[in-house]
């Protein structure tokens, strides 16, 4: 019996594959270098292919109303770019290195008006008001597969306007349930140029990856140039 897309994810489907199709445009030149690959097609073809498996495995979280869904969307293709990669012996730093490289790229195709704007939006009061209830809603844990977080307002002498302490992660269910658990800190990875190209300063100095008991993020405007 075929696998099934939720009808969501099939929904943004040429979306999802157009932007993977992108990323391994952008990749081509570090998969010759840096992973030493030579058949290109046959990796952009095998990377597809994978692709359709993890379409069928992503978790639904609530489609438009959650706003981890688009989290999975853009991210859950690194994972297939990482299976391939393994299955072909590159290393688990260079396939890190890669994504990234990769990853910034494809972000920084976005004009930087647009990005910045978006960057604003985020950090925004109205936002935050959004993310507290955002937080407390996921407490609820309407599905299994979903994050659970809190808001975390700055206290005395904080640098930082607000932060978000993952108490559940998406992300490390996926490769727990998909025996994907070692290339997981190299998707981890990839949550700081998405901040960065968006003018905002990730800190984070723990993971649930990394065996914590949350992942502690903490937001601020990046300086001006």
Do not use: W
Request: with cysteine; hydrophobic share 40%; glycine share 8%.
């Amino acid at each position: 019996m075929a696998e099934i897309i939720h009808p969501f994810y099939e929904q943004h489907r040429g979306a999802m594959e157009a932007a993977m199709r992108h990323r391994l445009d952008l990749a081509e030149a570090m998969l010759c270098e840096s992973a030493h690959l030579s058949n290109i097609d046959g990796i952009r073809q095998e990377v597809m292919d994978e692709f359709e498996i993890v379409l069928t495995q992503m978790p639904y979280v609530g489609g438009a109303e959650s706003r981890m869904s688009d989290f999975f969307m853009r991210l859950m293709g690194f994972m297939a770019i990482s299976r391939v990669l393994r299955r072909h012996g590159v290393s688990l730093p260079v396939i890190g290195e890669i994504e990234r490289e990769t990853y910034k790229a494809q972000l920084l195709t976005v004009p930087e008006a647009e990005r910045l704007a978006s960057g604003r939006q985020f950090m925004s009061s109205e936002n935050q008001a959004l993310l507290r209830e955002q937080a407390a809603k996921s407490h609820r844990q309407e599905f299994t597969e979903d994050f659970v977080y809190d808001f975390v307002e700055p206290d005395t002498g904080d640098k930082f306007e607000f932060g978000i302490n993952y108490k559940a992660c998406g992300f490390c269910k996926f490769p727990a349930r998909h025996g994907d658990k070692e290339i997981l800190p190299n998707i981890c990875g990839l949550d700081f140029d998405a901040y960065a190209t968006r003018g905002i300063y990730l800190e984070r100095t723990q993971t649930l990856a990394g065996g914590a008991n949350h992942c502690d993020f903490r937001f601020s405007p990046l300086p001006s140039e």
